[in-house]
């Protein structure tokens, strides 16, 4: 079948505007996977620096008993709290508000060959939702200098506490207007 020129025009306007719409789209979807895959690497960042610093803990803590025993033989009062216990789930919300809040050693300077450690506690107030990637963000930084032993960390816990804290303020006045 043969097509007028006006036909052929306004077949072509139509083409126009129809790869106008789906570029616009595949712009779209391309930008939500790179999205998509930025969450994915800071998640998986966090993760597995959640994981180096709870290794460094347990092996802080295995050195300890073990330098306990060497000194002074058998420890009359082993905690029984751990053994009642139920784990929590290594990678939900639960186990990793639990991590965070639970203590991690952070190093100060050497007093001699001994290294001296502060319990340090990240304040994480669960919510329905999972963390924000600017969080799991914040508290990446926090936890790779926890686990490099950085001075930097005193000051990064405190901006950190007064980002929370201005935020819950601000919640607060906001939820009383």
């Known amino acids: 079948k043969l097509m007028t020129e ?18 616009e789209e595949l712009i779209q979807q391309l930008a939500l996977r790179d999205e998509l895959e930025f969450e994915k ?4 960042s966090f993760i597995s620096i959640l ?15 073990k330098k306990k025993k060497d000194k002074g033989g058998v420890q009359p ?13 290594r990678f939900s919300m639960e186990g990793i508000s639990s991590v965070i809040q639970s203590g ?7 007093s ?3 290294k001296q450690y502060l319990t340090t506690v990240i304040p994480y107030e669960k919510k329905g939702t999972p963390p924000t990637v600017e969080d799991l963000q914040i508290l990446t930084t926090i936890l790779l200098a926890m686990k490099e032993d950085s001075e930097k960390v005193p000051v990064l816990l405190t901006d950190y506490i007064l ?3 201005a935020e ?10």
Do not use: C
Not at 104 to 110: A, D, L, M, P, Y
Not at 168 to 177: A, H, P
């Open 6 to 23: 006006a036909e052929v025009g306004e077949l072509l306007v139509q083409i126009e505007l129809a790869i106008k719409d789906y570029s």
């Open 41 to 44: 690497e800071v998640k998986n």
């Open 51 to 65: 994981i180096e610093v709870q290794n460094k803990q347990k092996e802080h803590r295995e050195s300890m008993k």
């Open 77 to 89: 009062s082993v905690r029984q709290e751990r053994v009642t216990r139920m784990p929590v789930k």
């Open 104 to 110: 991690i050693r952070q190093t100060f300077g050497n």
């Open 112 to 114: 001699g060959n001994e």
């Open 163 to 165: 980002k929370v804290k």
């Open 168 to 177: 819950t303020s601000l919640q607060i006045m906001q939820s009383s207007v």
